[in-house]
């Protein structure tokens, strides 16, 4: 919802597609992934239109098996463009790729919506969601920015859902400016570019409200012979004890401050009418977690029931962004060949948390969850799991 593809030199799935490229190479495959460049709050038709364009540009007329995996609002787009029932603003011939189609990963995906697009669909929620993807990018690509600016940005953040409209909203631009000062210029441009993007269309935070997506469900339809399956990730609740354990660090303080924000304004579930959740919810998810999750647990981002479409491969304590890698890693050289291999040209870039949650997420949980996804995808192509004979 507020991610991004690649911008300046920091690529947002670089992790989950290493991953996979991984897991496909030790079953005797070769996996060639693309990722597609939208703007993260531009209607999920459009979205879904340029995935079937870059898929038509990049799979060649030959007989491979396709896959896509798609994170949060990208799960929208996946099962959109493999539909039978949904009428694209797209060339016929640009769809000519879809017998292929083997499967469809969504990953924390707001199949049933999620409350926080009902705050960003308001006027200070749109400069929250401005202010929140700057942020976004610059902690993950620069590491802690400026503790005054952020500092005074997460206040803000904080304060900006029950406020009069007017002094928050000036002081969240403010601070969103100071901090895009830290960006090389070149860099700079591209991520104003980004955001104005954001600013200017904002059609997918009115289609990813529970309302909105009560009738995205009732018209879109799965495709016969397609595999789909998801993943599902819990956040803890954010709790007093929780936030003292970060105020070592002031920038994971301020990181967990922002987190408790954004999972207050997700778990506003309305239970009676659009409860963000497969009927069937508590049923799946019981055997899977120790504790079955409360109707407002969500990833800080996209309630945990609304995430549901499909098998679940994997399911979990995490947040919206560790299941990409986006998560805190203490080792000082990762043990894994694969991992030494993949991001040999940006050693920094191994693991960056960004939402301090509290969930612990590590690298044995997100080699479990990517072990998961790609099974299901060599599944589907009738192939087993890698060392599986």
């Known amino acids: ?29 070769e996996l060639e992934t693309h990722v597609v460049d939208v703007a993260p709050t531009a209607s999920i038709r459009r979205r879904a239109a340029r995935l079937a364009e870059l898929v038509h540009a990049t799979a060649g007329n030959g007989e491979d098996h396709l896959h896509i995996v798609g994170h949060s609002t990208g799960g929208l787009d996946a099962r959109l463009v493999a539909s039978p029932s949904a009428r694209l603003p797209v060339a016929p011939e640009k ?6 189609l083997a499967s469809v990963t969504t990953m924390s995906t707001p199949h049933y919506g999620t409350p926080l697009a009902s705050f960003f669909a308001t006027v200070s929620g ?32 904080g304060q900006l859902d029950r406020a009069v409209l007017g002094m928050e909203i000036a002081v969240l631009d403010r601070t969103t400016e100071a901090l895009l000062k830290v960006l090389e210029p070149a860099t700079s441009r591209e991520v104003r ?3 104005g993007a954001i600013t200017k269309d904002q059609g997918a935070m009115i289609q990813l409200t529970p309302e909105a997506m009560d009738l995205f469900q009732s018209g879109v339809e799965d495709r016969p012979g397609v595999h789909y399956q998801c993943t599902v990730a819990a956040a803890p609740s954010p709790s007093a004890r929780r936030l003292a354990r970060t105020m070592l660090t ?3 303080a301020i990181s967990s ?4 924000t954004l999972y207050g304004i997700t778990s506003r579930i309305d239970e009676v009418h659009y409860p963000c959740a497969a009927a069937d919810a508590d049923a799946l998810l019981e055997p899977l977690f120790r504790r079955l999750p409360t109707a407002g647990a969500n990833d800080g981002v996209v309630p945990t029931r609304s995430q549901i479409w499909g ?10 962004l560790d ?3 986006h998560f805190r890693h203490l080792a000082p050289v990762d043990p894994a060949p694969f991992w030494r291999r993949v991001f040999a040209k940006r050693p920094d870039q191994v693991h960056v948390d960004w939402l301090t949650s509290g969930s612990n997420f590590d690298l044995d949980q997100f080699g479990r969850l990517m072990d998961a996804i790609a099974g299901g995808m060599l599944r589907s192509t009738g192939f087993p799991n890698p060392g599986e004979n």
């Open 311 to 320: 098998k679940i491969v994997w399911a979990g304590a995490g947040d919206h």
């Open 250 to 252: 002031p920038w994971r």
């Open 323 to 325: 299941i990409l890698g």
């Open 126 to 157: 749109q400069r929250m969601l401005y202010a929140v993807s700057a942020l976004t990018f610059i902690a993950l690509s620069v590491g802690a920015p400026p503790l005054a600016a952020a500092s005074a940005l997460v206040v803000a953040l």
């Open 95 to 100: 769809l000519a790729w879809l017998p292929r």
């Open 1 to 29: 919802m507020f991610g991004f593809g690649k911008l300046g030199t920091y690529d947002y799935f670089a992790h989950v597609a290493g991953a996979l490229k991984a897991r496909f190479e030790a079953a005797g495959l």
């Open 257 to 260: 401050a922002l987190f408790t």
């Open 193 to 195: 570019d980004f955001l």
